[in-house]
């Protein structure tokens, strides 16, 4: 069941990536997009609140004060991430999650179907 969610996600980013190919290519007088502008374009404000939840509740230095260290995950990494360019980024995504679904589901073990039994000769 949560397999078929991670492959309905990846499916859902692989049209998004379909999407930022073709404005890539419909637009030859820009390079293209890169993720932030994406983002930004088509809702500023989730961009906004993705800042503050993983700068404040996600990353382990602004978490956990007594640490003392200064927050890493928004910048340097994710603001890299922002900086690649969208279709590459998504399509990245859409690998992996249909990728976690795959193996969720068992990858590794082949079902029988009907016709491979009917092959053999087994009923």
Not at 42 to 69: F, K, M
Request: charged fraction near 20%.
């Amino acid at each position: 069941m949560v397999s078929n969610g991670f492959r309905i996600f990846g499916y859902l980013i692989g049209l998004m990536a379909l999407y930022a190919m073709w404005l890539d290519l419909s637009v030859t007088d820009e390079p293209s997009k890169v993720l932030g502008q994406f983002w930004f374009e088509h809702h500023a404000a989730s961009l906004q609140i993705t800042e503050a939840v993983i700068s404040r509740y996600v990353d382990p230095c602004g978490l956990i004060v007594p640490l003392g260290c200064e927050p890493f995950l928004w910048h340097p990494v994710l603001v890299t991430v922002l900086g690649w360019p969208t279709a590459l980024v998504l399509l990245l995504l859409t690998g992996f999650f249909l990728g976690i679904a795959r193996l969720m589901r068992g990858g590794g073990e082949r079902k029988i179907r009907g016709r491979d039994l009917k092959r053999r000769g087994e009923k």
